[in-house]
């Protein structure tokens, strides 16, 4: 079956250092993979997505992931982090028989609590 | 700007209610999803559409239905409410490549 994982409930960083949010999957074929960051009572907001080419990617707020297809892994990255990125992420891969429809499979979510 | 907005925030129902969810989105886009997240499982596909009154379930549409009759909204519908639908719902949009762009959810409580 299709599936992501996250495997830490919850990363504690202290402000200033780096983080590092894991998250492999086992998904068929070439995916798209993408994070999301929720802030408390709010939607999903799109941090970064790979398609294809590099497998270092840039996306917002400073955040970078490192795809590694011989891990199926796609671990979210920042080198220091703030306080102000304490939220909830979200790992998701494109379901490979969705088509062009665009189906997401959604990891279960890491908690990010970043420490003054 | 990008905008994906669905009807209520917080909303509180009865077993047994029917319930409307809406969800508008000003991109032209023509993929619409229904999510439903909880605590530990992450997001869970209820409904998707992709196109004007075409639908196709997801991987929990028990106990909903969807209903897409203009391309901008997309609407999910809780026949009969039941506790365990209590959850916070998502709704999203996309095309092709872009992932998806997510409302700001509605947090439902059937007592």
């Known amino acids: 079956a299709q599936s992501v994982a996250q495997p830490e409930d919850q990363v504690n960083v202290a402000e200033g250092n780096p983080l590092t949010v894991k998250c492999t999957y086992s998904v068929s074929g070439n995916p798209y993979l993408f994070w999301y960051v929720q802030y408390p009572n709010r939607g999903l907001q799109f941090l970064l997505k790979?398609?294809?080419?590099?497998?270092l990617v840039k996306g917002s707020y400073g955040f970078e992931a490192e795809f590694n297809k011989s891990q199926t892994s796609f671990h979210l990255k920042k080198p220091s982090a703030l306080v102000s990125d304490s939220a909830l992420y979200f790992c998701?891969?494109?379901?490979?028989?969705?088509?062009?429809?665009?189906?997401?499979?959604f990891g279960a979510g890491t908690r990010l609590a970043v420490h003054p | 700007d990008v905008k994906v907005t669905q009807s209520s925030r917080y909303l509180v129902k009865r077993t047994g209610e029917k319930v409307f969810l809406e969800c508008v989105q000003d991109m032209d886009h023509e993929n619409m999803f229904w999510y439903r997240q909880d605590p530990g499982l992450g997001l869970r596909l209820i409904y998707f559409s992709y196109d004007v009154k075409m639908k196709e379930k997801g991987d929990i549409p028990e106990g909903y239905s969807v209903s897409r009759e203009k391309k901008e909204r997309f609407s999910l519908i809780l026949e009969s409410a039941s506790t365990n639908q209590t959850s916070m719902y998502l709704c999203?949009?996309?095309?092709?490549?872009?992932?998806?762009?997510f409302g700001p959810g509605t947090r439902l409580t059937v007592t």
């Open positions: 998701a891969v494109s379901d490979p028989f969705s088509g062009g429809y665009n189906k997401l499979i």
């Open positions: 999203a949009s996309s095309i092709p490549g872009t992932g998806g762009y």
């Open positions: 790979y398609i294809t080419g590099d497998n």
